[in-house]
């Protein structure tokens, strides 16, 4: 079943790659918002030295170990040593790092419903039992899980993306946060706090790290959401039993990260003043296309569908609404939209247990704004189209 | 035992960046020899492109594997097709993925003895049975396999480091390749040709690779030894299937590869005219130095310790014979060596079966000759203390 989603949305992507479809179907950052000036500079700079193209510590180079410390120890609140953080090639390679060393086959895995299907691929990869908890505007149901862990449920690993969920948009409150670090610490399982978003706030910085709340959780980000996905820079913190456990891995999976794009992400984020106004225009960039998108769908949708207000990250979330004669799925709308000249990813794609047959998730990152209002505008026509043929079928 | 064994080696290593130490027990091409300005001119180039900072296709961007399976066909003698390729972030997570490519808990792998350390690694975390067969000085001794086949082995891979085995140096007979290609068909498992050496060959190519002989080969290779380890551009080719699946693993084990990084090692390997230089180079150098350490050796060691000829690749082979009154442990040897300010890898690091205490692996690639000399009269300097150490304990 999983093969068969993911292999739907590698066809899916495959087709919006034709260039008369606008694709709102990617997690894209858009390429003009990528500092490649910047990092023209800061690779010629780094290309000085001839250590620069060798091979690097497995657990990544301590220039940016050291960077990422001090950034994630602010958040944290507390001193982070650079033996607790590994980099990684992108947050995806520190997933299935993770799944590999707290996983054992047959192990009980809880995720979001719905779902990051990278995680979902990575969990199942690695023969563990994937249970869904529900999401929902405040992010993942922690009493839910509460229930289930009062009724016997043991998860070795809870998955969060909790700023920003890809596909939701949402945020896990805070309250939610201390009560799942709590919960952690209770039943001792391990928290994986996957962020690639949080820098990505359009209104007000998120909450407090789980991170900060336990010592159970590994907390994941990259620098591909806010400096470029080319340098495929991720990384993790948590305890040294951990990450010395994913230092031995990686050593089997591919020896190093490249010790050239990791001093160039080094240089960049440790240039705070850059890094700081580099992140503002982003946020203020990425902010009015969410909100262009927003008001686009409601215009064109107004009664027929609802759209999760978008306040940070790079999705918003449609939900057609259920009272029409027959309801949308959106996993049939796709062809017709495909026909109009735009993609998005079905809902179904990203659930785990939830029917969430009539939602389909945007990406407001990648396009302009006319675009974007272009294509929820295609989008409307698909679902004209798609009314009227169902009308004639029935 | 290989953790232990992954750790010794570590522990060493970390010893041996001390800067007192000369080390020939890593495995690193020389940063001098790296064609960083030209890496400079390509990285400044390509970063004109906005699409060069993007997500990457999971199987590598087309112009690499364009240019990877022009060079791998003209070895081969046909065309080789881009989707018969993968780029990887290195040639060891080629190496990793397979393993979970084309292999189950219990499946029987053939590795050479002594093997590379990197594939032991890797099928020993796949939890596959390692049988080995040995080496001499035409590489894998393919009858031995042979006889094991007859008495009823059946492996699903074959793991050979074909051309300038790392760590004996040696190369695999024209007609052992021969020999090795119809087992494959006969008994239809997979070889796993391991070649991130073939390039650097000091006096005249490499025979054909296997990989031409039979369809049941998948060929490994990498740019780290010719162009630079910071790239992290390996590859494989191999039938479709075999891609597909590798495809499916790599995207869940980190989504897809550096674009920088992979425009800029397909710009360096399109310019045939600079690479054919480049290479000759290289070859050049690398061929100097080796003269150099087995000299050294034969110099140093006369009537104590023979050395393989170095005959391409980065490490030559040093065997103590076994006639003297105490038999030299090469790991005890390496402590005393230290001491003396120089570092090797004894043998015991890549013995499989066999018992390769009286042997070491010597890299002559990463230092200056003048520094290979003094590196080897250091070895000697702490030959003859620990064998008066041991005539003092005796």
Chains 1, 2 share one sequence.
Not at 181 to 191: C, I, K, M, N, R
């Amino acid at each position: 079943m999983d093969r068969l989603r993911s292999s739907a949305i590698r066809d899916l992507l495959t087709l919006t790659a034709r260039p008369d479809i606008v694709s709102l179907a990617g997690g894209l950052p858009d390429p003009a918002f990528i500092p490649r000036d910047r990092i023209r500079q800061e690779m010629d700079r780094v290309l000085t030295d001839p250590g620069s193209v060798q091979y690097a510590e497995t657990t990544g180079i301590l220039a940016l170990r050291k960077v990422l410390a001090d950034r994630e120890g602010a958040r944290l609140g507390r001193l982070l040593d650079p033996a607790e953080v590994v980099v990684t090639h992108g947050s995806q390679q520190a997933l299935s790092l993770l799944a590999q060393a707290l996983l054992d086959p047959g192990d009980t895995v809880v995720v979001e419903d719905p779902a990051y299907t990278g995680a979902l691929q990575v969990f199942r990869a690695a023969e563990a039992e994937v249970v869904a908890v529900p999401l929902d505007e405040d992010g993942m149901d922690v009493s839910v899980l509460e229930s289930m862990l009062t009724q016997g449920l043991r998860p070795a690993v809870v998955h969060t993306v909790a700023n920003f969920h890809n596909p939701r948009g949402v945020v896990l409150a805070a309250d939610r946060r201390a009560r799942l670090a709590q919960l952690a610490d209770s039943y001792g399982f391990w928290v994986i706090e996957d962020d690639p978003y949080g820098e990505l706030w359009f209104e007000a910085p998120t909450p407090d790290p789980v991170a900060a709340l336990s010592d159970r959780v590994v907390r994941l980000s990259s620098a591909s959401k806010i400096l470029a996905p080319a340098l495929r820079v991720g990384w993790l913190h948590g305890p040294r039993e951990v990450c010395q456990a994913v230092e031995l891995l990686k050593q089997g999976a591919d020896l190093c990260g490249s010790s050239l794009t990791q001093q160039v992400a080094a240089g960049l984020l440790a240039d705070g003043p850059w890094l700081a106004e580099h992140l503002t225009e982003l946020r203020g960039r990425y902010g009015a296309r969410a909100k262009v998108l927003v008001a686009a769908v409601e215009n064109e949708f107004a009664g027929i569908a609802s759209v999760s207000p978008a306040v940070g990250g790079m999705f918003c979330w449609m939900e057609f609404y259920g009272h029409t004669a027959s309801p949308v799925d959106t996993s049939v709308l796709l062809q017709t939209a495909i026909e109009h000249g735009v993609a998005f990813v079905p809902g179904a794609a990203f659930g785990v247990g939830a029917d969430l047959s009539s939602q389909l998730r945007l990406c407001f990152a990648t396009s302009s704004e006319d675009v974007l209002v272009d294509a929820v505008r295609r989008l409307r026509g698909a679902y004209d189209g798609s009314a009227a043929e169902s009308v004639v079928q029935s």
